[in-house]
């Protein structure tokens, strides 16, 4: 089975500008999660989409947002770009109906950098 | 709302030696899972080690395992027999079980393996 991939790799936009970024999650899997990783604040949850719903939400302002398609394909976009989005967002994958063997597993990342 | 802290934010071992990383968390809820994460330098992060709050026997995962004090929140991994492939940082992780899927993370440790 393939692996969770994620578009771009890596990403240069400046101050002001918009970015879409892509993850593509494992065969069967219907939730994907997104994170920020920066050296300050470490790990920080973004949003989880199962079923092409947007099922939980972390504490970023309302710049940050996504979707999920009929494939499970999800996207997150980030408006007006501000110097401290710079970092590596993660998505992770799973079947997300709760099973209790049910693993995340991450993608890459994508390297954002906001000059 | 759930806390995990890593108290130590760097740890070297010696190859062929034993090594233990520290995490103790915070929550309310008494049915979770934990999760230990390796993120080595090529960043995709892997699953190392999971345990659900309400197994009282602790994983093992070939030369990983933990030990779980629940009534002490304290989650800390161990590897034995290091090698140099386990040279990476160290996440703990929390989640909800239940059809919540985000992940509450340490800040993580940087282990060093030496040759």
């Known amino acids: 089975k393939a692996g969770v991939t994620q578009t771009p790799r890596y990403l240069i936009k400046t101050r002001g500008q918009q970015v879409t970024l892509s993850c593509s999650p494992i065969?069967?899997?219907?939730?994907v999660s997104w994170y920020q990783q920066t050296p300050g604040q470490g790990l920080q949850f973004l949003f989880e989409?199962?079923?092409?719903?947007?099922?939980n939400k972390g504490n970023f302002p309302g710049r940050f947002s996504g979707r999920q398609f009929s494939n499970s394909r999800s996207e997150m976009n980030v408006s007006t770009l501000e110097l401290g989005d710079s970092a590596l967002y993660l998505c992770?994958?799973?079947?997300?109906?709760?099973?209790?063997?049910?693993?995340?597993?991450f993608g890459p990342g994508t390297r954002l950098t906001v000059l | 709302a759930q806390t995990v802290t890593q108290s130590q934010p760097e740890m070297s071992v010696q190859e062929a030696e034993t090594v233990t990383l520290s995490c103790t968390y915070d929550?309310?809820?008494?049915?979770?899972?934990l999760f230990w994460y390796k993120q080595p330098p090529s960043r995709q992060m892997i699953l190392v080690i999971r345990?659900?709050?309400?197994?009282?026997q602790n994983a093992t995962e070939n030369r990983f395992s933990v030990n779980f004090q629940k009534a002490a929140k304290s989650f800390s991994l161990k590897i034995s027999d290091s090698q140099l492939g386990d040279a990476a940082m160290y996440f703990c992780?929390?989640?909800?079980?239940?059809?919540?899927?985000?992940?509450?993370f340490g800040k993580g440790t940087l282990l060093t393996v030496n040759p």
């Open positions: 992770a994958s799973s079947l997300g109906a709760g099973q209790t063997t049910d693993t995340q597993y």
């Open positions: 065969s069967g899997h219907r939730s």
């Open positions: 989409y199962f079923s092409e719903t947007q099922r």
């Open positions: 929550t309310s809820e008494s049915d979770y899972y």
């Open positions: 345990q659900e709050a309400y197994k009282q």
């Open positions: 992780a929390y989640r909800r079980r239940g059809s919540n899927y985000k992940l509450t």
